[in-house]
C-alpha cells in the first residue's frame, strides 16, 4: 500500500508512533517501528496476548487448508513460519499431523484426490521446513496412532509447527522495549485526539486499569492492531467503525491434562467443518470452533454446546477423547477482514493495512485480519508504510534479528545440573526463554531458594516467577500465568495461585491482600473455564475443590468484589 502526504518529522511529539493493541500484530509493529529508528510506544489494555494471540490454537502452520482458495496466504504463511523460525528456534516445535480417511463410496478416488492436493502442498514446505506429506497404508495408521477408530482407506500425514502464542507477544514487546520502545500494560486508549481541519492525529487519551489514573501522550502517527476490537478503536479516533471492520469469528479449544496421541489428527464435527486433536507442549488441545461473534471482547468464554461440538467431531475418529480427562477450555475473536455473506470457515485469512486517510484521518491506520503464522510479515508491510511517511529509507531486519532468547541454543540437561533443577522444569524453562534462562539460572545461583518449585503440573520455579514479574511487565497473577503457564495445568492453579499472588504483591510492591484477590480471582476464571467441559458429578466436585482453597485464601464477597482488569471500561 502506497501512502500520500508530506513526510513526518521524526520527534516532533512525546513518540512517534503510538500503536494499540499488544497482541502479536501490535507487538510486531512495535519491534519492528523501534528496530527501524522510530520512538514507539504500545498501549496494551488488558495484558500481552489477552486477545486472539494467546487465545489461538498455537500453531504456525503453513495454511493447508486455504491452498485452494487463497494460496497466497499459504505460501506467505509458509514463507513467514520460517522466518519465526529462524528469530525464535527455542518457541517452536514440529508437529505431525494425520488425516485418515474412511472406507466408503468413492473414497478410494477422494484419497487419491488428497494425495494430489498435499502434492501442491508440498511445494510450499521447504520454505516453512516442513517435510513433504506421506500417504499411509490403514495398517501404518494403526501402528502409529492405535486409537484412531474405523475402516480406513489410509491417511494422509504431513507435519506444522507449534508455538506458545503469549511467549510470542512477550518476546517481540520486550524486544521492542529493549530497543526504546514504551510499553503500557494494563492500560487503555480511551481517544485518539485529532487536529481540527487536517484531521491528523495530536495525542492519545489514556487510563490505566489498575489505578485509575489518565494520562496523554503525543504521537504523530496512530496504528490500531486491536485486532476484534478495532471498529471500536476506530470509533475512540473519532472515525465510523466501519472504516476498520473486521468479521469477528470465535473460536474456542479444549485442554486435556496430558498428551493423549503422538499426531494431530483432523476429524470432521457434525457439519462436515474440520477439527482437530493436538498434542501440544505438554498437554492435548482439541480445536476449534468458528462463529460469528458480537458478544463482550473482554470477556469471551467457551459454552459447554461448543465443547459437545468439538467432542462429537474428534470422538468419531478418536474415541477415547470421551474418557479423558479435561481441564479446561479458552476461547479467543479471530479478527477476520470482513465480507458479507461468506460462511465463516471460507473466509479470508489475508491480512490488509488501512489507511484512514481517506476517511479524514491521515496518519492513522488499521490492521485488520492476519494470523499468528504471518504476524511478522503483516508488521513489515505496517512499518513499510510508516517508513515511508518517516522517510527512513530503511528496510525491515526482523526476519534475521533473533528474538530475545532466540541467538542460540541452551542444552536444558546442562542447565538442570548447573542450576540443581529437575531437568523437566529446565526444558520447560529453555523452551519459554532460549538463551535468557541462564538468566533465571544466574537468580537461582544468587538466591538458591529460589529454586523451588511454585507450579508443579508445568512446572514454574519460584526464580522463573520472580524474573517475569522484574523483565516482563506482567500486571496480576493471570499475567504470571499467561508468560510461565503457571496454574494452566491439571490443577487449574489450585496448588500454586496463592504462592503466586504472594510473590506478585511482593514483587510489584502491593498490600498481600491485593495477591490474594488476585489469586481468588484465577482461580475463579480456571474453574468457570473448566467447568463448561466436565460431566455434572465432576463438576460438582470441582466446585467444592475450589471452594475449599478459596476459602482458605480467606476469599469472601470482600475478595472478590473488586472489579478485574478485564472487566472495567
Ligand atoms: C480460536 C483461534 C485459533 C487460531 N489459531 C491460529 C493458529 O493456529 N495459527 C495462526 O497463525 N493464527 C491463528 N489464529 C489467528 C490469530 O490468532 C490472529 O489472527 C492474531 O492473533 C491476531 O492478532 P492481533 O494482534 O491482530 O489481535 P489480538 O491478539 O486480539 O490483540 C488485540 C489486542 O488489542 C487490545 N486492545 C483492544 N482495545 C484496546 C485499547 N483501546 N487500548 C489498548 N489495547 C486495546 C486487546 O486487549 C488485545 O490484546 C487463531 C485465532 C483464533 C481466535
Same mark, same amino acid.
Given at each position: 500500500m502506497r501512502s500520500t502526504g508530506a513526510t513526518l518529522r521524526r520527534g516532533a511529539a512525546d513518540v512517534d508512533?503510538?500503536?494499540?493493541?499488544?497482541?502479536?500484530n501490535g507487538a510486531g509493529v512495535a519491534r519492528d517501528a523501534a528496530m527501524r529508528?522510530?520512538?514507539?510506544?504500545?498501549?496494551?489494555?488488558?495484558?500481552?496476548?489477552?486477545?486472539?494471540?494467546?487465545?489461538?490454537s498455537g500453531m504456525i502452520h503453513g495454511g493447508v487448508r486455504y491452498l485452494t482458495y487463497d494460496p497466497h496466504v499459504t505460501e506467505t504463511s509458509c514463507r513467514d513460519s520460517g522466518h519465526i523460525q529462524a528469530i525464535a528456534p527455542h518457541l517452536l516445535f514440529r508437529i505431525p499431523f494425520l488425516m485418515p480417511v474412511r472406507t466408503g463410496l468413492a473414497k478410494n478416488v477422494y484419497f487419491a484426490l488428497l494425495d494430489a492436493f498435499f502434492d501442491t502442498y508440498d511445494r510450499y514446505q521447504p520454505l516453512k521446513r516442513g517435510k513433504p506429506h506421506a500417504v499411509l497404508k490403514a495398517e501404518d495408521v494403526r501402528a502409529l496412532e492405535p486409537g484412531i477408530a474405523g475402516d480406513l482407506v489410509g491417511a494422509m500425514s504431513w507435519d506444522e509447527w507449534g508455538i506458545d502464542g503469549p511467549r510470542l507477544c512477550v518476546a517481540n514487546a520486550i524486544d521492542a522495549r529493549?530497543?526504546?520502545?514504551?510499553?503500557?500494560?494494563?492500560?487503555?486508549?480511551?481517544a485518539v485526539e485529532r487536529r481540527e481541519g487536517s484531521g491528523e492525529p495530536v495525542a492519545v487519551r489514556y487510563r490505566d486499569r489498575h489505578t485509575g489514573k489518565a494520562g496523554r501522550l503525543t504521537t504523530t502517527a496512530v496504528v490500531n492492531a486491536t485486532g476484534a476490537w478495532s471498529p471500536i478503536t476506530a470509533s475512540f479516533a473519532g472515525m465510523s467503525p466501519s472504516n476498520a471492520r473486521v468479521r469477528p469469528g470465535k473460536g474456542i479449544h479444549v485442554v486435556y491434562d496430558r498428551r493423549l496421541s503422538n499426531y494431530a489428527i483432523s476429524a470432521s464435527a457434525i457439519d462436515g467443518r474440520q477439527v482437530f486433536i493436538e498434542p501440544w507442549q505438554n498437554m492435548t488441545i482439541v480445536g476449534t470452533t468458528d462463529d460469528d461473534y458480537y458478544g463482550d471482547l473482554d470477556d469471551v468464554r467457551a459454552t459447554s454446546e461448543e465443547v459437545r461440538y468439538l467432542v462429537q467431531g474428534v470422538a468419531r475418529v478418536f474415541p477415547a477423547i470421551r474418557s479423558a480427562r479435561a481441564i479446561g477450555t479458552y476461547a479467543g475473536v479471530r479478527p477476520t477482514l470482513h465480507t458479507f455473506g461468506k460462511y465463516e470457515d471460507d473466509l479470508s485469512r489475508d491480512h490488509k493495512v488501512i489507511d484512514h486517510a481517506p476517511h479524514g484521518a491521515p496518519n492513522v491506520y488499521s490492521m485488520i485480519g492476519g494470523k499468528l503464522a504471518s504476524y511478522r510479515l503483516f508488521a513489515e508491510d505496517m512499518v513499510d508504510v510508516l517508513a515511508q511517511r518517516f522517510?527512513? &529509507?530503511v528496510h525491515t531486519t526482523t526476519h534475521t534479528s533473533p528474538l530475545p532468547g532466540g541467538d542460540r541454543a541452551v542444552d536444558p540437561f546442562a542447565f538442570a545440573e548447573r542450576a540443581g533443577i529437575d531437568a523437566v522444569a529446565a526444558r520447560r524453562i529453555v523452551y519459554r526463554h532460549g538463551s535468557r534462562a541462564e538468566r533465571i539460572e544466574e537468580r537461582i545461583? @544468587? #538466591?538458591? #531458594?529460589?529454586?523451588?518449585?511454585v507450579c508443579a503440573c508445568e512446572p514454574v520455579t519460584e526464580a522463573e516467577v520472580r524474573y517475569v514479574l522484574r523483565n516482563e511487565q506482567p500486571r496480576t497473577v493471570a499475567d504470571v500465568a499467561r508468560r510461565t503457564r503457571l496454574g494452566l495445568g491439571a490443577?487449574? &492453579?489450585?496448588?500454586c495461585a496463592a504462592r503466586c499472588g504472594q510473590i506478585v504483591a511482593e514483587e510489584l510492591h502491593l498490600p498481600p491482600r491485593e495477591g490474594l484477590r488476585q489469586a481468588s480471582r484465577f482461580l475463579l476464571e #480456571?474453574?468457570?473455564? #473448566?467447568?463448561?467441559?466436565?460431566?455434572? @458429578?465432576?463438576?460438582?466436585q470441582e466446585a467444592f475443590a475450589i471452594a475449599a482453597v478459596r476459602a482458605e485464601l480467606g476469599a469472601g464477597d470482600d475478595l472478590d468484589d473488586e472489579p478485574r482488569a478485564g472487566s472495567a471500561a
Open positions: 508512533v503510538v500503536v494499540i493493541g499488544g497482541g502479536v529508528g522510530l520512538s514507539v510506544a504500545l498501549f496494551e489494555r488488558n495484558d500481552l496476548a489477552f486477545g486472539a494471540s494467546g487465545n489461538s529493549e530497543r526504546g520502545a514504551k510499553l503500557f500494560l494494563g492500560v487503555t486508549v480511551e522517510d527512513l &529509507g545461583h @544468587e #538466591r538458591p #531458594r529460589e529454586a523451588v518449585t490443577c487449574g &492453579g489450585m496448588r #480456571r474453574a468457570q473455564a #473448566r467447568v463448561v467441559a466436565l460431566g455434572p @458429578e465432576q463438576a460438582r
